[in-house]
């Protein structure tokens, strides 16, 4: 008996699941029961990614990176497994976590020629996107073990096979690296083909544990050494590990650390022994890098030195930080990009809308900049959430004729016109059609703000009289403001100089996604003076809801990919394939984004 078979075939029922299989591929109903659910919701992936299901089309790649911690943790593993069923039919393919083959080890000539014509062999991807159904691609698109019999297979030229493929993930990180596959005739298989690939699975992340463990254990030696021979920053890295001292933690914001980090893993990448970093908040840097064996994932030790220092923080442990426009704080590039473009507008007599989330600070903006520009006239606010009053429109008209005679153009600034109704937006639009004085000059100079993905007929009619929309970001795209902001709102609050923010509260502040954006901030610092007035703000300090952390600081950029890639998935109800291939991206790449950005995929 060989090992792989339990006697009885799994497959009874062969010729009735290879006529559910046809009716599946002619568009046929396919009656309940009649196949495994894993299976069905495989092969619709499967026709929804068009794979071909009467032959076998995919990628080549010829010279696989075969020099990686999975390559040489699972080499042992296989190699002793393969010893082991010498001469029986089965084989043992090893993938990344893409599907692409990495190695494969047959005992069966027969075998192994049958795997050579439907190119289950290294260089070949067998991912769900190219191959259809099968052991490899189903089981890494699904991230959990995944038997294929024989019809249940979407490409006909895997029919005669049968496979048990189980996803591998890193035993520190949690991250797929690959997955090991066992293939044989479908007349051998048995369920102890899924319990052998499971074993072999698991012994090979015992391996990588082995193999990681030994690696950090170098880095931590490294480290301490650094630490004990310099007295500035010094900083261990790898994939997967940071390591930072005290003192770096100390003279370091926020802010300062993430960016250091991000050219520590550049520098060491790159090979760069030395090298001048400039940080957000002005303090200029000479980091020295070493790397342990490759750059990646071993990684490396930075010592860094300072070599000028930022302007001087205040008493009350806020940055002194210059005001962008009057009452504005804030030096995101995103951030003073929209400020300057609604200036911008404003000296040309251009009317403006802008778009953004509650909380974000569009109405603060234009504020500002009527203040800086004409801090004489009036500053009118309507706001169409008061439309239900039906003098709204009277008092808009009227706000919209300069009724002053100083000569002064007012500003008119109508909130939420996305929330009326069609007639209103109408009659709105036909008074924004006539705001002219005597003199046949503009009474006043207009600006809507609108909330994200606002559109519909009449409010495209309406939005004809106002030629740019200028998009304020969310504050999550610009968070390095963060250390900025939390301090002027406590100032605001009248606690200036009374109260001081600790480093690990500036941490806090620093990872938290703030759904709220800017108001949420000060809300947040409200709720925190009324329980601490003197004295260091402590994180145990701050309101629960503040405790909803990124796993890590997220640069502006991988913010604005983090939003797009679960937008994505909102509209694709969740579908991951359906969502790479909207982004342009790999099912790979999708993967490893949702879980470095700690992305909920639940689909809404």
């Not at 010893?83 to 080890?105: C, F, K, M, N, Y």
Request: glycine content about 8%; aromatic content about 4%.
């Amino acid at each position: 008996m060989r090992p792989a078979s339990s006697g009885k075939s799994i497959q009874t029922d062969g010729a009735g699941l290879a006529d559910t299989r046809v009716r599946f591929l002619t568009a046929e109903p396919v009656e309940p029961g009649r196949v495994r659910e894993p299976i069905l919701a495989s092969w619709r992936r499967s026709r929804e990614s068009n794979v071909a299901a009467d032959r076998i089309e995919m990628p080549y790649v010829h010279d696989p990176n075969l020099d990686t911690p999975l390559i040489r943790s699972a080499e042992p593993v296989l190699r002793q497994l393969n010893e082991q069923l010498a001469g029986q039919p089965i084989s043992i393919v090893l993938t990344d976590q893409a599907g692409l083959v990495l190695s494969r080890l047959t005992g069966d000539p027969n075998l192994a020629r049958h795997l050579d014509t439907v190119q289950l062999a290294p260089g070949f991807s067998y991912a769900e996107e190219f191959v259809g159904t099968n052991g490899i691609g189903t089981a890494l698109e699904g991230g959990q073990p995944m038997h294929v019999f024989g019809h249940e297979h979407y490409a006909e030229d895997l029919e005669d096979l049968a496979c048990a493929g189980v996803p591998i993930q890193h035993p520190i990180s949690g991250k797929t690296v690959g997955a090991v596959d066992l293939t044989c005739w479908r007349s051998d298989a048995g369920p102890l083909l899924m319990t052998l690939a499971k074993t072999t699975a698991a012994q090979i992340r015992q391996a990588l544990l082995a193999d990681a463990a030994a690696q950090e254990i170098e880095l931590l030696q490294e480290y301490l050494r650094a630490c004990r021979r310099s007295p500035g920053i010094v900083i261990a890295l790898n994939n997967e590990v940071v390591m930072m001292n005290d003192y770096a933690r100390t003279v370091l914001a926020p802010a300062d650390q993430a960016a250091l980090l991000q050219q520590a893993t550049e520098a060491l990448a790159g090979r760069r022994t030395s090298v001048l970093v400039d940080l957000p908040t002005g303090t200029r840097l000479r980091m020295y890098t070493r790397s342990l064996g490759a750059p990646l994932p071993a990684g490396g030790v930075i010592h860094a030195k300072v070599a000028q220092l930022s302007t001087p923080k205040r008493r009350d442990g806020g940055t002194a930080a210059k005001m962008l426009l009057p009452g504005l704080l804030g030096s995101g590039a995103l951030w003073r990009r929209a400020c300057d473009e609604v200036e911008k507008a404003y000296r040309a007599g251009e009317w403006v809308a802008l778009a953004g989330e509650p909380g974000v600070g569009k109405l603060a903006i234009l504020r500002a900049v009527h203040q800086r520009r004409n801090p004489g006239g009036r500053f009118t606010v309507l706001d169409a959430a008061d439309a239900t009053d039906r003098r709204w429109l009277a008092s808009a008209r009227r706000a919209l004729v300069d009724e002053t005679g100083d000569g002064h153009v007012g500003s008119v600034v109508i909130r939420h016109p996305d929330q009326l109704d069609g007639v209103q937006l109408r009659s709105l639009t036909a008074a924004l059609q006539k705001p002219t004085n005597v003199d046949g000059k503009p009474a006043v100079w207009v600006a809507v703000t609108l909330g994200p993905g606002a559109q519909s007929r009449d409010l495209a009619r309406l939005l004809r009289l106002f030629p740019s929309t200028v998009d304020v970001p969310p504050l999550r795209h610009h968070i390095e403001d963060v250390e900025q902001l939390a301090p002027f709102f406590v100032s605001r609050l009248g606690y200036q100089g009374q109260l001081t923010f600790s480093p690990e509260v500036l941490q806090v502040l620093m990872r938290s996604n703030w759904p709220g954006n800017v108001e949420q901030v000060f809300q947040t610092m409200r709720q925190v003076v009324r329980h601490r007035r003197t004295g260091m703000i402590q994180p145990q300090d701050l309101p629960p809801e503040t405790g909803a952390l990124s796993r890590r600081l997220l640069s502006p950029l991988e913010s604005i990919e983090r939003d797009a890639i679960t937008q994505s998935l909102v509209d694709a109800h969740g579908n991951k394939a359906k969502a790479a291939k909207a982004l342009g991206m790999s099912r790979a790449t999708i993967y490893r984004k949702i879980h470095e950005f700690g992305i909920v995929t639940s689909a809404r």
